[in-house]
Every structure is written in structure tokens, then in C-alpha cells.
């Protein structure tokens, strides 16, 4: 069975009540008690939107990780100008806040990991087939897109990170593991019922995708020519598809609209 850890940001700059936080409320009390469903939410956690606060947080997180089975880090962020859902590929190694973060903290151009032969175009991107999973989710009638550009603010940060600590801990214990990020609209844009119906069919789209015996590939540290394209994408997408059809379910680059 696939584990979950979700998260959410507080308030940031522009944005006092940010629909993530409120999306980890729900998602609590929606799956408190439930033990129907083919995966399972182990953890659950509003971050301050801040680059430090991600910084300790995720190194407490993967420092303590010993799965036995998959397990998902899916971290939340509101895209204050989106009309739709966005699945991110990849994250990019700058910090380049236009805006100060909730402890005053505001990288220009600064490599989130400034190990040798890193350069600010570094990326990194999921281990997860994000196509496959935007083609389920609009079969569910869900508006969601595949983006790549989280931007360059917290958010941003936050994937690039996760999605680090990941890969190190993949290619070094051959563990599990993967990271995925959706920006959400504003609630007024799509109201949070809506949104929680969209974040449960999400978890259960990548539960199915992860038991499919057509697995997606490793985390990939990339140069800013492009992207690592998964093989058998289709076979997977196909896959995904019918699995989930058999289960019953229930930016702006530098924006400070984002985190």
C-alpha cells in the first residue's frame, strides 16, 4: 500500500488565507477513520512559508524515512493568478524570492544546493509520470495541467529540495520513494470541495500508477536543455488509466502570487 506525506503552506506575503492550509484541514477530517481506500496518508503538515522552516523540516522528514513500501511526499501550493490545477515536473536550483519569505529571508539568483558542478539551471525532475497522471485526472473531469516552471519562491524551493532528498535516498538505498507538487487555484477560482475532490482523486491516481507493473523511472538531475522523458510512457498512461477506472473514488516564475 502506497503512504502519503502531505503538505500545505500557511500564509505569505499577498495571501492571508492560503487554500493549501485549508486543504490539509479537510484532508484530515475527510480521511479520519477511513481505511477503504488503496493507500494511506501517514502525515499530514502546514509549512510556514519559509526557506529555512523547509529547509529544517525536510531534513527532519527524509533523516528519519525508512520505507518498506512507496511512499509519496505530495507538497500543496496556491498559484494566485492559476484558472486550473498544475502538476509540476521539475524544480529549478535558484532561490530568487521577489518577495521576502515569512522570516524576512529574500535570495537573489542563490543555488538552492550549491554543491560543485551545480549551476542555477539545474533541475530536477519527479519519478513520477505526471502525464499519465494529468490524462487520469482529466478522464475524472478535473482541470489540471502539466507545468514546468514552479517559479523561482518558496514553493519552488520546497520541490527542489524534497525532490533531492529523494534521489539521495534512492540511489543510495534503493528506497521507494517520490515527490510530487500541485498548485492550486484560489478558492475563489475553484471553490475547496472541489479542490479536495481533485487532491483524493490525485492520491488515488498515483497509488494506482505506483502498483502498476509498469513503475516510472528515478528522479533525473537535468541541465536546462530539457527533460528526462520516462520510457513507456503510453504502456503506463494505459495502465493508470484502467487501474483507476476499476477503483471507486470518492505562475508565474519569481511570483510572489505563489507559495
Known sequence: MTRFVVTGFGQFCGVDENPTE???????????????????VISTEVLE???????EWAEHLYGGIQPETPLVVLHLGVDGTATHFKL?????????????DQKGWQPQQQCIDDHP???????????????????????????????????????????????LHTQKLRQRHGRPLHTL???????????????????LDLLQ?????LASPAPPGTAALMGPAGLGA??????????????????????????????
Do not use: M, W
Open 117 to 163: 558542478g551545480l549551476t542555477l539551471s539545474s533541475r530536477l525532475a519527479t519519478s513520477l509520470d505526471v502525464a499519465a497522471l494529468a490524462a487520469d485526472l482529466t478522464e475524472r473531469r478535473h482541470d489540471v495541467r502539466v507545468s514546468q516552471d514552479a517559479g523561482r519562491y518558496v514553493c519552488n524551493f520546497t520541490y527542489y529540495l524534497s525532490l
Open 22 to 40: 485549508a486543504l490539509i484541514k479537510l484532508l484530515r477530517d475527510r480521511l479520519s477513520g477511513e481505511n477503504a481506500r488503496p493507500y494511506r
Open 230 to 259: 520516462a520510457e513507456g510512457k503510453e504502456q503506463a498512461r494505459r495502465a493508470v488509466l484502467a487501474i483507476s477506472r476499476g477503483i471507486p473514488c470518492n505562475r508565474l516564475p519569481c511570483n510572489d502570487e505563489e507559495g
Open 205 to 209: 491516481a498515483i497509488a494506482a500508477q
Open 181 to 199: 507538487f500541485l498548485h492550486v487555484p484560489p478558492a475563489e477560482v475553484v471553490p475547496l470541495p472541489r479542490q479536495l475532490h481533485l487532491l
Open 88 to 100: 509540476e515536473q521539475q524544480a529549478v536550483n535558484e532561490a530568487a524570492f521577489r518577495v521576502p
Open 49 to 55: 512559508c519559509a526557506g529555512q522552516s523547509v529547509r
